[in-house]
C-alpha cells in the first residue's frame, strides 16, 4: 500500500489530502490517483513537484510496499 | 507648472512638524527620470540630507512617504507607497513598502511625497487635503490600538473614502520594531512606526479628488487590459496566489528544508501541516482580499475574535509557527491580529521570541520562554508594545538582546534586522540576499533568490556559482519594481508559465541546470544593462511605463534605475558605518551545516560576497567605487 499526500492547489481543488493505494509503479499510482476524483487529471499530475519518501521522484520511479508519495503543485512568491 | 511626464502630481512637500508648517520641495523633471519615486526618490532625498551623525530618534531624522509613478494610473497592483528613514532597529536606512490605500489619496490630494521633519511638541496628528495641512491634538488618539484609531479617524473626518496611517501603541513606546498601518496592511518592517511614535505623530489622513495624468490613456488602457488578463492566467499569479496565497508556499519550503524552525536550527519543522497555507485555506479562511488595484489578490481573511480580519503571510505562519515550535493556527491567527493592532512587525516580533526562547533553554537569559510553550504569548506581545516587564526588553530586538546576554551566534538578524522565514543553508543564494541586504535581514530586499532554489525552480541551491550575478540582477529589478509604485508580486509571472506547469519535464531540468552555469551572461546584462534595450514579452512593466508615464524605457533602463537605486541607498549606508563586515549572517548559518550527513548545507558567505562586490561595481570593503557612482549618475 502506497501513502499519497496531496498539496498545494491541487489538494485544494480536489478536496483529497491523503489516501492509500496499490500500485508498483509511480505510472500506476498516478492512473489510480486520477480514478479518485474527477478533479484530478493527468495533467494536473504533470505539473506536481514528486517526492518519494521525501526523495525527488519521476513518473518513472517504481514503487515499493510502505512508500510515501507526495504530489505538490509548484508554488512561488512571499 | 507643466511636467513632462505623466503619472506625478508634480508636489513633494516638505512638512516640519516642530514648527508645523509646510513648504515645497524642490524635484525636478531630470529627479523623476534619474529616481522615478517611491524608495529611489526616498535615497535620493535622504542622501542629500543625511551626513552619517543622525541617529533615528533626532529631529534630523526625515521620513520621506513616497507613491511611485504608476500608484493611481490603473496599472495592476499600483496602490503601493513607501516610507523610508533612519531605522531605530538598525541605525541605517530603512524602507518600508505598504499596500494601504494612503498612497493613492496622497496623489489624489495632488502630491508625490511628503517629507516629515523634526518633532512635533505635544501629541499630534495630521489632516491633509487638497489646500491644507492641518494639524490636530492627538490626546483623544494616542494609547488606541490601529483599528480603532482608524475608526476615530472616520469619525473624525466625518467620511469613508480618504487615505490614512496611524501608528499603535508599540510606536508610541518605541518599541524597536514598530510598524505603520494604513488600512489592514502594514509597512511593517524596519522600525518606522516608532520613529512617528518618537516624533509625537500619531497619525496621518489625506483626502482629496484629483486625478492621476496618464500619457496615452486608451494604450494605457489596453495594454492593463493585457496586463491583468497574463496575471490571471499565470499559475502563480492567477491561480496559488488567489487561493493559497503566500501561505501556500509553506509545504513546499517543508519539503526543501527551508523551514525555518526553532530558531532556524533546522528546516524541517514536523507539525508543519498544521500550520500550513493548505490547512488555512480549508479549515480558516473565509476568502482572498486584494490591495486596491490589484488582480492577484493575495490576502487571506479570516475569523478571529468573531471578526473578519486579515489572515497572515507566510512569514508570520512560518515564524510564530514552527519557528517556536507552535502548531496551533488558530494561535497564530490570533497573534497577527494582535501584532496589526498593537502596530508591530510579526516578523521582528516572532524572530525576537525565538531568539529569547532558545536564549532561555541555553541558560543564558532566564526569561520563562521556551519552544512550545506558548499560553503566555499574547500577554507578552501586550508587554513588548507597553514596554512591561520582560516585554521592555524584547522590545529591543535580537541583536541588541544578543549583545547583552550572548548567544550572537543564533541571533538570526542581519545589520539588527531579523531575518525573514527562509532558512537559508538550503538556498545559499537567499543567504547572500539576507547579509547584503540594504535594510538588513529581509528576504525580498536581499533579491529573493530562494525563487530559483526551491520555490519555484529548481536550482541547484548549495552552489555559489551564479548567485551573486542574480542576487544583484533581482534586486535592481525588484527596486524599480518597488520605485515605480507595484507589487513586487507582479514580477513573478516574469517566469515562464511552462517552466512551472512542467517542473519535471526535460526543459525545465536544462534551465535548472543552465542556471548556474550563465552567471557570465548575468553580469554581462548587469555590467551593460543597455544591451537589454527591449521590452520583454513576460515582462509588462516597462511598456506601462512608456505608455502610461510618456517616460523611454526598457529593459535595460529599467535595471540600470534600480541599481541606481540600490547603489544610492548603499551610500547612505555607508556613511553610517556599513562595510564588508556587517554584510554577515549569524554562525549557525555559515559554519554549521543544516545537515550533519550534508557539510555541504551551510552558506558560504564570503565566495558569494566576494563575487557580489565584483559584480556590482564596489571595493573588497562593500562600498562602492567612484566611478560605480559616477557610471549610474548617483554624483
Redesign the interface.
Known amino acids: 500500500m502506497i501513502t499519497v499526500k496531496l498539496?498545494?492547489?491541487l489538494?485544494?481543488?480536489s478536496g483529497i489530502?491523503e489516501l492509500h493505494l496499490e500500485a508498483d509503479t509511480m505510472k500506476q499510482l498516478c492512473d489510480n490517483l486520477c480514478l479518485q476524483s474527477e478533479r484530478i487529471s493527468k495533467k494536473d499530475l504533470?505539473?506536481?513537484?514528486?517526492?518519494i519518501n521525501?526523495n525527488k521522484g519521476?513518473?518513472r520511479s517504481k514503487l515499493q510496499d510502505g512508500d510515501t508519495v507526495?504530489f505538490?503543485?509548484?508554488?512561488?512568491?512571499? | 507648472m507643466s511636467l513632462k511626464y505623466s503619472g506625478y502630481m508634480g508636489k513633494v512637500m516638505a512638512v516640519d512638524l516642530t514648527t508645523e508648517t509646510v513648504s515645497e520641495y524642490p524635484w525636478s523633471d531630470t529627479e523623476r527620470e534619474l529616481y522615478i519615486g517611491g524608495k529611489i526618490m526616498a535615497a535620493r532625498i535622504l542622501a542629500d540630507h543625511l551626513t552619517g551623525k543622525e541617529t533615528a530618534f533626532s529631529e534630523d531624522n526625515w521620513v520621506v512617504i513616497s507613491t511611485g509613478p504608476l500608484t493611481g494610473t490603473g496599472a495592476p497592483s499600483s496602490a503601493r507607497f513607501n516610507i523610508s528613514a533612519l531605522s531605530p532597529q538598525t541605525g541605517i536606512l530603512a524602507s518600508s513598502n505598504c499596500g494601504g490605500s494612503f498612497g493613492l489619496y496622497l496623489k489624489k490630494a495632488g502630491y508625490d511625497a511628503l517629507i516629515l521633519k523634526g518633532q512635533c511638541r505635544k501629541k499630534r496628528w495630521l489632516e491633509i487635503n487638497e489646500e491644507q495641512f492641518i494639524f490636530h491634538d492627538a490626546d483623544e488618539l494616542w494609547g488606541t490600538k490601529t483599528g480603532e484609531c482608524q475608526e476615530k479617524l472616520i469619525e473624525l473626518i466625518g467620511k469613508k473614502n480618504f487615505g490614512k496611517l496611524c501608528i499603535g501603541p508599540a510606536g508610541e513606546n518605541l518599541v524597536k520594531y514598530a510598524s505603520i498601518v494604513s488600512d489592514e496592511r502594514s509597512a511593517g518592517r524596519t522600525g518606522l512606526g516608532a520613529v512617528l511614535g518618537w516624533k509625537n505623530l500619531k497619525a496621518i489622513t489625506v483626502s482629496g479628488t484629483k486625478m492621476v495624468p496618464v500619457h496615452d490613456k486608451e494604450q494605457t488602457a489596453q495594454w492593463i487590459k493585457k496586463w491583468v488578463s497574463y496575471l490571471q492566467s499565470h499559475p502563480l499569479t492567477g491561480k496559488q496566489l488567489p487561493k493559497l496565497g503566500t501561505a501556500g508556499l509553506v509545504s513546499s519550503m517543508q519539503m526543501h528544508g527551508l523551514l525555518s524552525t526553532r530558531n532556524a536550527s533546522a528546516g524541517h519543522f514536523e507539525d508543519f501541516e498544521k500550520v500550513s497555507g493548505e490547512t488555512l485555506a480549508e479549515e480558516y479562511n473565509i476568502t482572498n482580499k486584494g490591495c486596491a488595484t490589484c488582480p492577484i489578490r493575495c490576502a487571506r481573511t479570516v475569523k478571529v475574535y468573531d471578526k473578519t480580519v486579515k489572515g497572515p503571510e507566510l512569514e508570520t505562519l512560518v515564524l510564530l509557527g514552527g519557528n517556536i515550535g507552535n502548531c496551533n493556527l488558530q494561535k497564530i491567527l490570533d497573534w497577527n491580529y494582535e501584532l496589526d493592532e498593537l502596530g508591530m512587525d510579526t516578523i521582528s516580533a516572532a524572530g525576537t521570541i525565538a531568539w529569547a526562547m532558545e536564549a532561555n533553554e541555553k541558560g543564558l537569559w532566564h526569561n520563562g520562554l521556551s519552544f512550545g510553550s506558548i499560553d503566555t504569548l499574547s500577554s507578552i506581545f501586550d508587554d513588548i508594545a507597553h514596554r512591561r516587564g520582560i516585554g521592555d526588553e524584547l522590545a529591543e530586538g535580537t541583536k541588541r538582546l544578543s549583545e547583552k546576554y550572548g548567544g550572537k551566534e543564533f541571533a538570526m538578524h542581519s545589520k539588527g534586522l531579523e531575518l525573514s522565514a527562509y532558512e537559508p543553508r538550503r538556498a545559499v543564494g537567499q543567504g547572500l540576499g539576507y547579509a547584503v541586504s540594504n535594510r538588513g535581514g529581509c528576504h525580498l530586499n536581499g533579491g529573493y533568490l530562494v525563487i530559483l532554489e526551491g520555490l519555484g525552480l529548481n536550482v541547484d541551491s548549495q552552489t555559489p556559482k551564479a548567485k551573486a550575478d542574480f542576487t544583484m540582477l533581482f534586486q535592481d529589478l525588484m527596486e524599480m519594481i518597488s520605485a515605480s509604485g507595484q507589487c513586487l508580486f507582479t514580477s513573478y509571472a516574469f517566469f515562464p508559465a511552462f517552466l512551472l506547469n512542467k517542473p519535471n519535464g526535460m526543459l525545465v531540468k536544462i534551465v535548472n541546470f543552465a542556471a548556474t552555469h550563465v552567471g557570465w551572461a548575468v553580469r554581462l546584462i548587469n555590467k551593460f544593462p543597455r544591451i537589454c534595450a527591449l521590452h520583454l514579452p513576460m515582462f509588462h512593466h516597462t511598456k506601462m511605463f512608456t505608455l502610461a508615464i510618456g517616460m523611454k524605457m526598457d529593459f535595460g533602463h529599467y535595471i540600470e534605475i534600480g541599481e541606481r537605486g540600490y547603489n544610492l541607498e548603499r551610500m547612505i549606508n555607508n556613511r553610517f558605518g556599513i562595510t564588508a563586515e556587517n554584510d554577515k549572517l549569524p554562525k549557525r548559518l555559515t559554519n554549521v551545516p543544516q545537515d550533519p550527513k550534508h557539510p555541504e548545507t551551510k552558506v558560504p558567505l564570503e565566495t558569494m560576497k566576494k563575487t557580489y562586490y565584483q559584480a556590482r561595481g564596489w571595493d573588497k570593503n562593500g562600498i562602492p567605487k567612484e566611478k560605480t557612482l559616477r557610471r549610474l549618475k548617483i554624483k
Open positions: 498539496f498545494g492547489l489538494r485544494i481543488e489530502k504533470d505539473k506536481c513537484i514528486i517526492l521525501g519521476n513518473k507526495i505538490m503543485s509548484p508554488v512561488a512568491g512571499g
